[in-house]
């Protein structure tokens, strides 16, 4: 067998209770916490509970079920009937019954219950999930100083529930599929019927069906599967953990995947402009968030830029720095044992080596680490003349300005290096060369047939309002181009 669920989609219920009982003690032969529970309903007829320890809330299971069956006046002609149980015994706000085993199974390995009964060959599902989450609180690595404070965790029903919580209406779409042979886990694709555009919708459900993996534990797994450019440095589809993000891209006529045990939630299609997008610029003022917005486009540019110009600079085109600033660049470097270009690479590595190693350390030594890398280890470094001082500004400047672009951290950090060693090879050419191949490579990539860039698709103020500055919500009267409805407020002209 594979280790599916769907393994025993051919295997049923015999109505004999004791075997039934051994059928799923067989099942989870080697699984410690499954119990099963024998009651007398109305103290004549036996049923059984099959249950996951640890995932039921035993509370809710023993006065909405056990009382309820143990309780229970029966009338003398009575037949184990599960229709009768569900409508007239139990408590439970939801019951089902179900006669296939694989259902029976997930029923289980969800938190849920299920009962069995002598001369039945279906059981009832009852909902009594009590597994514990980590409670509702405010992302750590998507936080805001003004705004809701709301964070997802990593139970999806939970998540679904935050989600309609900010839209509150019948048009929003909720649809179940499951992934992974051996995790068989709960994902659910989340849209607004009148926005997004049906293709759309078919070509990500295809896209998912297409995923053949034992388990997925974190969203990224699915990311990874279904987005457009496999090896691109930029991703395709966006992820937060914030459920005011979610609902706004699903207004704007997105879609959202919601994967059940982790909070982070996919958002498709993705923009390149989302790059640059801040959760907290669409609450405060619209001057101030387009202020922000435009340093972090500034910001990319430094970040990519400055090094490789640096090198390129230094390297082939010295007569173009000011005389000044050429003598001192010349003086610092005197003795300085490698080129400027190994330099600069050395330095990026290491700036990278010390950002991994205050994200991976405890809190209190990631800042002593900060504090030891970049000023202790840096300044020795210079007086010791194993590095230069300009090219250590350079390189610490463009890492602090990579900072103002989190979502594009990984794809800054190669175009970075690429730009380096084209600039150390051909100088300002290669600079020139090394931008336009990112450009026409950010202009060639699509996420689920819509173009990358279909913000910048025409430079005029209707299709600008939201990627290089953010316009104030009454001049937001369109929504992006890819939805079927794209009139938000009122007039659009």
């Not at 490789?308 to 050429?326: S, Y």
């Not at 991994?356 to 405890?362: C, D, F, N």
Request: charged share 20%; net charge positive.
């Amino acid at each position: 067998m594979s280790g599916s669920v769907n393994d025993y989609k051919n295997i049923y219920l015999s109505g004999n209770l004791d075997k039934d009982i051994l059928l799923f003690k067989t099942i989870f032969k080697r699984d410690a916490v499954l119990r099963t529970r024998e009651v007398l309903i109305g103290g004549t007829t036996r049923c059984c509970l099959i249950y996951m320890d640890g995932m039921v809330n035993s509370a809710q299971q023993g006065e909405t079920v056990v009382e309820a069956l143990v309780e229970s006046v029966l009338p003398q002609d009575f037949l184990p009937s599960c229709e009768y149980i569900s409508k007239n015994i139990l408590f439970a706000n939801e019951v089902n019954e179900t006669d296939k085993l694989p259902d029976m199974l997930r029923a289980i390995l969800y938190g849920d219950t299920v009962l069995i009964a002598q001369n039945s060959r279906s059981a009832l599902t009852i909902n009594t999930k009590g597994w514990r989450t980590r409670g509702i609180k405010e992302p750590d690595s998507e936080r805001v100083l003004q705004g809701p404070r709301e964070g997802f965790d990593e139970a999806a029903m939970f998540n679904l529930a935050m989600i309609r919580r900010k839209l509150l209406t019948p048009d929003l779409c909720i649809e179940l599929m499951r992934i992974g042979r051996r995790s068989d886990t709960p994902v659910f694709i989340c849209y607004l019927g009148s926005l997004a555009d049906e293709k759309t919708v078919k070509e990500l459900k295809r896209r998912l069906s297409k995923i053949d993996i034992d388990g997925i534990l974190d969203s990224n797994y699915i990311a990874e599967n279904i987005r457009d450019c496999r090896y691109s440095l930029l991703k395709t589809t966006g992820a937060t953990e914030r459920p005011d993000i979610v609902a706004a891209r699903l207004l704007e006529g997105r879609i959202a995947l919601v994967v059940d045990g982790t909070p982070v939630v996919l958002t498709l299609p993705y923009l390149f402009s989302e790059n640059f997008q801040s959760d907290e610029d669409y609450y405060i003022n619209f001057l101030l968030a387009s202020l922000s917005r435009m340093l972090r486009w500034l910001c990319f540019f430094i970040t990519v830029s400055v090094p490789g110009v640096f090198v390129a600079l230094v390297t082939h085109h010295f007569e173009l720095l000011p005389t000044h600033f050429a003598l001192t660049v010349s003086r610092l470097r005197a003795g300085v044992p490698v080129a400027s270009a190994i330099e600069c690479l050395a330095l990026i590595f290491a700036f990278e080596i010390l950002k991994e190693a205050g994200l991976r350390m405890p809190q209190n030594l990631g800042h002593a680490l900060s504090v030891v890398g970049g000023l202790v280890v840096g300044q020795a470094a210079v007086e010791a003349g194993i590095i230069s001082a300009p090219i250590l500004i350079a390189v610490a400047f463009s890492a602090i300005a990579g900072l103002m672009v989190p979502r594009l951290m990984g794809a800054v950090f190669f175009w970075r290096l690429f730009i380096v060693i084209a600039c150390a090879m051909l100088g300002l050419y290669g600079y020139l060369i090394a931008t336009t191949l990112f450009v026409l490579r950010v202009f060639s990539i699509k996420s689920f047939g819509v173009d990358y860039t279909v913000s910048f698709s025409r430079p005029d103020f209707l299709h600008l309002k939201d990627s290089f500055f953010r316009a104030s919500w009454r001049s937001m009267k369109t929504r992006p181009l890819f939805n079927k409805n794209k009139i938000r407020k009122g007039d659009p002209n």
